[in-house]
């Protein structure tokens, strides 16, 4: 009896040890009491009465990520193409998501096909393609309205691929070939513009600074010309006031040694000689010079009439 007693209270402790259950973080069991909803667990310790719970469900919290295959669609312009989805869900009611859908995750991949189809059945094939966000917008408020009852939030969906016939890859493609060669010849022009414009502009400065450098030489052999006239005429100047001083002083020195008639004769004399040497014409004789001519005239017929006599 001893043995009995003692199996019986390992196996009550290993009971009561095996319905000890701890839930992690981001974690959530829904706990049954005899076939019903009886409690979530949260993150914690807790303890599960034997043969009466029963774990009904275990549930991540956290965000998840459903990929789902492509899907064909056709858009409003007939053409077929496939379109591959991902949706972003996180799970915010336990009990919910437990008894609201046998199977959740199909429901949400069959919502999301009918969605898309929906919604690309009145977009033509460029809007398609260039609509990515309003697309995505639009299924993400349909699929999280439609999966509220379920206990799902949807918080993001996006096209993960959008694939077009082959075909219409190749049109595309072509397309897209001939818009590259067009931008290309654009960019091409506009260098070749913008080169011609640096040339010409190029130019232009050179003939300014062309224009401006044969302007300035010009003013400085200008300021040279004038300062040589203006040292030209200073030094005429101060030869003509160094020879008026020096007749000054001459007049002034003879002036000073009070000359007789005789000298001043004979000095008028050789100044008449002198002006009778040039190419003049017509000379104007004073009258005193005239007199004095006639003067000199006699005294040379004298001396010549005396010289014979001289001689003999």
């Not at 915010?92 to 609201?100: E, H, P, R």
């Not at 004073?286 to 010549?304: D, M, R, W, Y």
Request: include cysteine; proline fraction near 4%; aromatic fraction near 4%.
């Amino acid at each position: 009896m001893e043995y009995l007693f003692i199996g019986i209270g390992v196996a009550i402790i290993i009971l009561i040890i095996a319905n000890i259950h701890i839930v992690p973080q981001a974690k959530a069991m829904v706990i049954e009491r005899l076939g019903a909803y009886h409690a979530t667990w949260s993150t914690g310790i807790h303890f599960k009465i034997p043969f009466i719970d029963r774990i009904a469900k275990r549930i991540n919290m956290m965000e998840q990520v459903a990929d789902f295959p492509p899907q064909p669609v056709i858009t409003m312009d007939n053409v077929r193409m496939q379109i591959d989805t991902v949706v972003f869900y996180q799970i915010t009611d336990c009990k919910l998501y437990t008894y609201g859908h046998t199977t959740p995750m199909a429901a949400i991949e069959n919502l999301t096909a009918t969605t898309l189809r929906n919604i690309i059945g009145e977009l033509e094939l460029d809007s398609t393609l260039t609509s990515r966000d309003i697309i995505n917008t639009k299924m993400r408020s349909i699929l999280d309205e439609a999966t509220d009852p379920w206990g799902i939030k949807v918080n993001r969906v996006e096209l993960k691929n959008i694939i077009p016939p082959k075909e219409i890859q190749d049109a595309m493609e072509k397309q897209m070939k001939a818009e590259r060669e067009r931008r290309e010849a654009i960019l091409r022009a506009e260098g070749e513009k913008n080169s011609a414009i640096l040339v010409a502009e190029g130019r232009k400065q050179s003939a300014i600074l062309e224009a401006e450098a044969e302007k300035e030489a010009l003013i400085l052999r200008a300021e040279a010309a004038r300062e040589s006239t203006i040292r030209r005429a200073e030094g005429e100047a101060e030869a003509i006031l160094k020879i008026q001083q020096a007749t000054a002083d001459g007049i002034r020195m003879i002036n000073e040694a009070k000359p007789g008639e005789g000298v001043i004769a004979i000095k008028s004399l050789e100044a008449f000689q002198k002006a009778a040497d040039g190419q003049a014409t017509k000379i104007i004789i004073p009258s005193q010079i005239q007199s004095l001519a006639g003067l000199v005239t006699s005294a040379t017929e004298l001396v010549k009439s005396d010289a014979p006599v001289q001689n003999a």
